[in-house]
């Protein structure tokens, strides 16, 4: 087989699915990650559009805070195409809860959260780490592993107190993976800040999230927002053109950071 395969999780919606059409646009075959029947119409679109672009694709329903599911998710890549390139980690959830409100946060809302931000991101890895080992280390690149966390996870802000920690803890689960799979598996993290059509739409609704889009885009050095399409080129680099990198946290914020 000539082609490479990858797998991202969280692939129907958002950042997911701009990362698997982006991979798909070079030629990779693209494992498609579901979370459920409410999101499987967007996640056929997602690999209907893939196969437009010439490529093999495969569509799993799997809720990555489920060891056993994320496993059954990876013997299927390996039954398919029996090799895994690169593993792009973008399943996330999140709540609204003020910041300044800390009775409004409890451990039950903590534990859902690093269930699918941080364990499922670990158990994902672990899963798919036989297939990614097996991958021929060359003088052009190893296997590749790309997380997508959060400028939360750098200014401790975002959507709640527990996102912002789960998303700090995604940037040390990123260097504790990198330095631990390496040489065969190079990890990386991709740390985005205001993502327009992300995750905060479907946890908002239109009305409220387009009032904070404007106020990230007035709030930015570079008075703009990102796209999706933004974070999946910068996934694609890491995992296609980055033989060097690795353990790294990238921020792509529009110079939020600034602010700070």
């Known amino acids: 087989m000539s082609f490479p395969v990858c797998l991202v999780t969280g692939a129907a919606t958002g950042i997911g699915a701009a990362t698997a059409l982006r991979f798909a646009q070079d030629g990779w075959a693209v494992a498609i990650n579901n979370f459920d029947d409410s999101t499987r119409a967007a996640a056929e679109a997602v690999a209907a559009q893939c196969r437009d672009a010439g490529v093999q694709t495969l569509v799993v329903d799997a809720d990555v805070g489920d060891d056993a599911a994320c496993r059954r998710m990876a013997d299927a890549v390996g039954a398919k195409w029996g090799r895994l390139d690169a593993l792009v980690n973008s399943a996330g959830t999140t709540r609204v809860i003020p910041h300044g409100d800390l009775e409004a946060i409890d451990a ?16 994902m890895t672990r899963a798919a780490a036989p297939l990614l080992r097996e991958r021929p280390v060359s003088a052009a690149s190893a296997a590749s592993v790309v997380n997508i966390s959060s400028l939360a996870s750098l200014n401790g802000t975002g959507s709640s107190i527990a996102y912002a920690a789960s998303k700090g803890a995604v940037n040390a689960l990123t260097l504790s993976l ?79 950071l600034l602010n700070t």
């Open 178 to 256: 990198a330095r631990n799979l390496a040489p065969h598996v190079r990890v990386n993290a991709i740390a985005p800040g205001m993502v327009d059509d992300g995750l905060l739409r479907r946890v908002l609704g239109d009305e409220a999230y387009g009032r904070v889009v404007e106020g990230m885009r007035e709030n930015s050095p570079l008075k703009r927002v990102s796209q999706p399409c933004e974070i999946a080129e910068l996934a694609w680099f890491l995992a296609a053109r980055a033989p060097a990198m690795t353990g790294q946290v990238l921020a792509i914020e529009n110079g939020l």
């Open 108 to 123: 039950v809302e903590f534990e859902r959260i690093y269930r699918v931000n941080l364990i499922g991101m670990f158990q």
